[in-house]
């Protein structure tokens, strides 16, 4: 909260009331012979054109579900089909004035709006922009299929290519437009603005702020329109979306040049119906979804329902919100109303509607309405509407053919080392910046910074010049260390931004960002509302656009709110994409103690779990500002664990400390931090110090040599380092604070097993966290592993120490029982 805004108790415990305006609902009346002054002829047949090629595309996938079969030619599809039959005036309709700086996400219902999109695209792009694009994707793999019996001109052959590139997506085949690794519920094509479409409800709506948020701060044409299904009103993603949407410093703190509302478009593709409850008269109480909009800021979000079942009245709707959005006063939420024929999915006998229903609106099917206005108004005759859809049924038919084709349209083999997948799950690229050529925005030189001042008298080591231990109030620590690598990357990525909860002013909860306010405009600094959800999917879409987020989650423990945008968003668009998108996004992640079971949990295990995350977690000054380094220049997602005990931890184990510039430390390389030769102790985290003491007395009292190495990494982790200690010294004990159950320490010691059978004299040992919930502080060293708890399981499971005592039981007995009840 910035100074200059002061709440006063005289306006805020004021008397009043809050007014509302009147939200329009399906306004639009006119006629195709009203609009023939605003639409020429072939415009309106295209319209049409349009429609009737989405209805073909959909009906040859509920064919193909239902029966089989597609004109008598058989196909086993066994993938998802989520159609939008009856839909199709809304799609058409949304994207016949956007270009392909104007980027649409969807839903798992999204087929239309790929197709509506690309049609629109190949409409306004010239013939050579077009071959390039086609020419340039994915080295023209899909282009050389369709060009071999490709009639007409350019844009003739774009269509087939759009249509063919869609459909051997959907059927998993890797000319398809993301290699057959994203399916009917992910495909997309961004040359023609066609962004990831999400099979979780409400996923894109986040993720859309994010992208929106990316063309704000960089001031890229274009606006962004999330697609999004009338159910996903009722989930929290969505609510956080848009509370994230309409931060009010958008308008009122951000510099002139930023200020003003994210160009957003907020569609609920509203068909009435989640799966079969609908959320008008069952599942929410809205009624009608447009009213959301008036309890969220004063400007209602310019909430409007509009008519989806006629094209011209979404046309209508967008130019009017564009206008809005090009006087900087979104975002916009629009309540698309319209109707699926189909049930949710070809498996569904809309058992939960009345037939009759489903007859009350094909009666008004878009697709015979705007046909029949369309020969009322001589625009076309019905000979010309029955050639469209003549021709619309060849074209898919001429695509189904080759999707199908093995011959011709494979699937990627993913049996084989180094597969496809293998290839895609990381991008392991270094870019030092998002944007070359363009000067990063600040507000001062860097060494005017007062912090970096201050930490240029501050030592480097933990040691002075004659290896005495210096406070640690006069050394950089690893909260200086983490400032130093990401205020350089500021200075060197325009596209670099930071934001979470108390990012600005305040200088983050446990102060690595102090002295960033002073050097960052807003923009590239800001506080985002508590929503976890958001933060990280509004980063996933800022990264998908091409932009390089760092955002932070204070605790831990509060990953749990944003579980869907961490483990299904962050972690799979690379691979969905086929390796086409980069997900250069670093989540800071704060673990923390003395605050209890809510507050101080470790839970990097459950993201080593996920495919697709790099994880994390420095123990040291010098790690932790190498592996920032390494992270910030990257290209894929990487949750950053820190730990709040040793974030004014010294560096004592590089001579000469931490370095003052640029250096990397490479993600996934464990180091040794003390030598030895009777015992490897494998630590993760701030254990690494409590293992070194453990280290100490079992050489001082037991004459037992620790090599003791700190992880570092969690994903990826290289073993050769691991492997030729435990060569040297037959054993290894491994320590983390995450609960014992699940960890990733049992990973690395099945591995490690597997990897070193022969070498070992006795299994690993783990020594982790209890699984129990995380007690007060006054008694967290019954919960945490300390040096005792370390020394005892030396003790018990790998070599006894003469006279020795354990603090407490830990023999295989107790370590059964303990499975038994679950603790």
């Known amino acids: ?293 008036a309890g969220v800021n004063p400007e209602q979000m310019h909430a409007e329902r509009i008519d989806g079942y006629s094209p011209l009245a979404v046309i209508d709707a967008i130019a009017r919100k564009k206008k809005i959005i090009a006087d900087k006063r979104g975002p916009v939420l629009l309540d698309t109303v319209t109707y699926r024929f189909s049930g949710h999915s070809p498996s569904d006998a809309s058992s939960y509607r009345e037939k009759a229903e489903i007859e009350e609106w094909q009666k008004v099917d878009p697709l015979l309405t705007f046909a029949r206005d369309l020969v009322k108004h001589k625009v076309c005759t019905q000979a010309d509407i029955d050639g469209m859809r003549a021709q619309a049924e060849a074209i898919i038919l001429k695509a189904y053919r080759k999707a199908i084709s093995l011959e011709i349209s494979p699937r990627t083999d993913l049996k084989k080392s180094g597969n496809l997948l293998e290839k895609t799950m990381f991008s392991n690229l270094k870019v030092e910046t998002m944007e070359p050529g363009r000067k990063p925005e600040v507000l001062m030189p860097r060494e005017e910074n007062p912090r970096v001042k201050q930490l240029a008298s501050r030592s480097r080591s933990a040691f002075d010049s004659k290896g005495a231990r210096l406070p640690k109030t006069r050394c950089i620590g690893i909260r200086d260390a983490l400032f130093e690598a990401i205020i350089d990357r500021f200075y060197t990525d325009p596209t670099l931004i930071a934001y979470g909860e108390e990012n600005r002013d305040w200088g983050g909860a446990f102060a690595v960002y102090r002295g960033l306010t002073e050097a960052l405009p807003y923009h590239r600094l800001f506080n985002s509302p508590i929503s976890e959800g958001a933060i990280v999917g509004t980063a996933v879409g800022y990264a998908l656009e091409g932009g390089r987020p760092l955002v932070e989650l204070m605790y831990c423990d509060f990953m749990g709110r944003a579980g869907d945008e961490i483990f299904n968003q962050l972690a799979k668009w690379q691979a969905m994409s086929g390796g086409l998108l980069k997900m250069p996004v670093v989540l800071r992640v704060s673990v923390g103690s003395k605050y209890g079971a809510q507050h101080s949990q470790d839970w990097s295990s459950m993201c080593a779990h996920i495919p697709g995350l790099k994880v994390v977690f420095p123990a040291t000054p010098y790690d932790a500002k190498g592996l920032m380094y390494s992270a910030l220049t990257g290209t894929d997602p990487v949750i950053f664990f820190e730990n709040q005990r040793i974030y004014d931890q010294p560096e004592e184990f590089v001579r000469d400390g931490v370095p003052a510039g640029y250096y990397e430390v490479p993600i996934g390389e464990p180091e040794v931090k003390k030598p030895g030769k009777d015992l490897t102790i494998l630590t993760i985290g701030a254990t690494l110090y409590r293992a070194l003491e453990a280290a100490k007395i079992l050489e001082e009292k037991h004459g037992l040599s620790c090599e003791v190495i700190d992880a570092r990494s969690i994903v990826p982790f290289n073993y050769d380092r691991v492997i030729e200690s435990v060569k040297k010294t037959r054993k290894i004990l491994l320590a983390s604070d995450a609960c014992e159950r699940g960890s990733a320490l049992q990973t690395f010691a099945a591995k490690i097993t597997q990897l070193a059978f022969d070498e070992l004299d006795a299994p690993p040992v783990i020594v982790g966290a209890r699984n129990w919930i995380t007690p007060a502080d006054e008694v967290e060293d019954a919960f945490f592993p300390y040096p005792a708890d370390i020394v005892d399981a030396v003790h018990e499971h790998i070599k006894p120490l003469n006279g020795y005592k354990v603090a407490r039981v830990c023999h295989n007995e107790e370590l059964g029982r303990r499975s038994r009840e679950g603790i």
């Not at 709006?113 to 899909?142: N, T, W």
């Open 1 to 293: 909260m910035p100074k200059s805004q002061m709440i006063t108790p005289a306006e805020s415990r004021a008397a009043g009331s809050i007014e509302f305006q009147p939200i329009p609902v399906n306004q639009y009346r006119k006629t195709v012979g009203d609009e023939l002054k605003n639409f020429s002829p072939k415009d309106l047949r295209r319209i049409q054109r349009d429609m009737e090629l989405i209805r073909a595309f959909e009906n040859m996938l509920n064919e193909v579900k239902l029966r089989g079969n597609y004109q008598g030619i058989e196909y086993n599809h066994r993938g998802p089909a989520h159609l939008s039959i009856g839909q199709e005036a809304t799609a058409v309709g949304q994207c016949y004035l956007l270009d392909v700086n104007d980027h649409i996400y969807g839903s798992h219902r999204s087929h239309g709006e790929i197709l509506a999109k690309g049609l629109s695209a190949i409409e306004k792009l010239d013939d050579q922009p077009l071959m390039d694009i086609m020419r340039g994707y994915f080295d023209g793999q899909a282009l050389k299929i369709v060009e071999k019996d490709a009639n007409g001109n350019t844009k003739d052959l774009a269509i087939d290519y759009l249509i063919y590139g869609a459909l051997a997506e959907i059927f998993a085949r890797e000319p398809g437009f993301n290699k057959g690794l994203g399916g009917s519920m992910h495909a997309f094509f961004p040359p023609f603005g066609i962004y990831p479409n999400n099979a979780i409800v409400g996923g894109s709506a986040d993720i859309s702020v994010g992208a929106a948020l990316y063309k704000h701060v960089n001031k890229k044409p274009g606006i962004v329109i999330a697609n999004i299904g009338d159910a996903s009103a009722g989930c929290g993603p969505t609510w956080e979306a848009i509370c994230f949407a309409t931060m009010d410093q958008y308008r009122l703190l951000w510099d002139d040049a930023h200020r003003g509302g994210l160009p957003l478009i907020m569609n609920f593709v509203n068909n009435f119906y989640g799966m079969g409850g609908p959320p008008g008269g069952e599942t929410m109480g809205f009624k009608i979804l447009a009213r959301l909009g």
